[in-house]
């Protein structure tokens, strides 16, 4: 008989999969003693037994060590990282919490063990951290929440903690969770910032006379002011997410559509310095031909593929005013009567190729001085005052004055007297029109005699 011992694999490892803890390999203890004619000697009960007792203290010491080197290595990293690490009951109340607890928060760890999380939580926040941890033991997957915390010296910060479910064998749900929380105070208030920021411009620009609209890199709206949803007579919520080519239809001056060469998205990549100013005429969700002037440039001048922004403004109105301007200054400057404009304090503001021609006096010259330059003397100040009455009252006078040209020529005028009012009643400027009747009273005298 001989002994082999220790024979096969001399390195063992622990193993524990589905067939249960063991150690491996085990054709170590297969062959344990021979004849000597090579063939294995049966265990005694008592080998058995022993071998059975080694292996299990064996699987013992080994699983102890492996719990030690994870625990280690789990306390290295909570003592050493920035966040916050903690473990709580189900109840919220701390069992375990990293140092760092003292950095952030002004707690040691020994302060804060056997204490609900609660009680460092804004009251504000409670409902929302219960939530988040019933989602947590319900659904068994990590949740993130957002939450301001109380520290020793009272200040309030903000907090974002990653909750972790743990899972102990034989339980149906998780009786406990871990956290990981980190100071988010500094991001909290950028974030803050850029939201009022963004509120504050959205409020500036829906205050905006002018449409604004921004695109995206394919031409779709991704924001509208009420003054464009107003011009193009599009919904808020219907414009948005639109191509700018369906919201915008170019036509003609007779309000028929035509093909919109490159398109609008396109038309400032033609501009040297990156913006496309532009004017023409175009068509609203209704059919409705307005004229347009506007402006696009790109969101990012680095990069012009990325969206642009175009404010526009429907000028169709001021065309039309300007026209009628035109017009009354056509008519204003080839009347044939003298027309003279005063404002409230009767300085005169304009005249007309007519005033020159019946008084002598040129533009140059009479701006800027009073009615009383034309003033002949033959009128008392009750005439002028009846006058004036007259305007106060009804805001209108007609009649006969004599006035006095340039070369001092005393001549009768038939004229009338309008004052022009503003929006509130008052007065904003006076219109005199008047003719000169010189010939006409020397028809009168003559067929008199």
């Known amino acids: 008989m001989r002994a082999i011992p ?3 694999e001399p390195n063992k490892s622990f193993v524990n999969d589905s067939r249960g803890p063991r150690i491996e390999p085990r054709r170590s203890f297969s062959l344990w003693m021979q004849d000597q004619r090579g063939h294995s000697l049966p265990w005694t009960t008592i080998e058995t037994d022993a071998a059975h007792s080694l292996s299990l203290t064996l699987i013992e010491v080994l699983t102890q060590k492996a719990l030690n080197i994870s625990e280690q290595n789990y306390r290295l990293l909570a003592e050493n990282s920035t966040d916050i690490i903690s473990r709580h009951n189900r109840d ?3 069992t375990f919490v990293s140092l760092s607890s003292y950095d952030l928060i002004g707690y040691k760890p020994t302060e804060l063990i056997d204490r609900p999380c609660f009680d460092f939580i804004h009251s504000d926040d409670h409902a929302s951290i219960r939530q988040t941890l019933d ?3 319900n659904s068994r997957t990590p949740r993130t929440v957002l939450f301001r915390c109380t520290c020793r010296s009272g200040k309030t910060i903000w907090m974002e903690s990653t909750v972790k479910p743990i899972h102990v064998a034989n339980s149906r749900l998780p009786v406990e969770f871990v956290a990981n929380s980190r100071d988010v105070t500094l991001r909290h208030e950028y974030q803050q910032a850029i939201e009022e920021l963004q509120r504050r411009n959205s409020s500036i620009l829906n205050a905006a006379g002018e449409g604004v609209i921004g695109t995206d890199e394919s031409g779709n709206v991704t924001f509208a002011n009420a003054a ?9 919520d219907e414009i948005i997410g639109m191509n700018l080519s369906a919201v915008l239809g170019q036509c003609d001056g007779n309000g028929v559509l035509v093909p919109d060469e490159g398109g609008l998205v396109s038309a400032f990549l033609k501009s ?3 913006r496309h100013y532009s004017e023409g005429c175009f068509t609203n969700k209704l059919g409705n031909a307005s004229l347009l002037t506007f402006i696009v440039t790109p969101l990012d001048a680095l990069a012009p593929e990325s969206g642009v922004v175009i404010v526009f403004r429907d000028i169709s109105e001021r065309q039309l005013l300007d026209a009628r301007l035109r017009q009354s200054n056509t008519v204003f400057e080839n009347a044939a009567e003298s027309i003279m404009v005063t404002d409230q304090n009767g300085i005169i503001t304009a005249v007309n190729h007519a005033f020159e021609n019946i008084t002598g006096y ?3 010259e009479a701006l800027g001085n009073g009615p009383s330059l034309l003033r002949s003397g033959r009128h008392d100040a009750a005439f002028y005052k009846q006058m004036w009455d007259d305007i106060a009252g009804q805001h209108f006078w007609r009649g006969e004055l004599w006035n006095r040209k340039k070369n001092g020529e005393i001549f009768p005028q038939w004229g009338s007297i309008a004052a022009v009012l503003d929006s509130d009643g008052k007065v904003r400027s006076y219109v005199t029109v008047f003719s000169d009747m010189t010939e006409a009273k020397k028809s009168e ?3 008199d005699s």
């Open 135 to 137: 989602l947590v033991f």
């Open 445 to 447: 005298e003559n067929s």
């Open 272 to 274: 040297e310095d990156g």
């Open 92 to 94: 919220g109340v701390i």
């Open 228 to 236: 464009s949803t107003e011009i193009l007579k599009y919904g808020q």
């Open 362 to 364: 040129t533009q140059a």
């Open 6 to 8: 220790w024979a096969g």
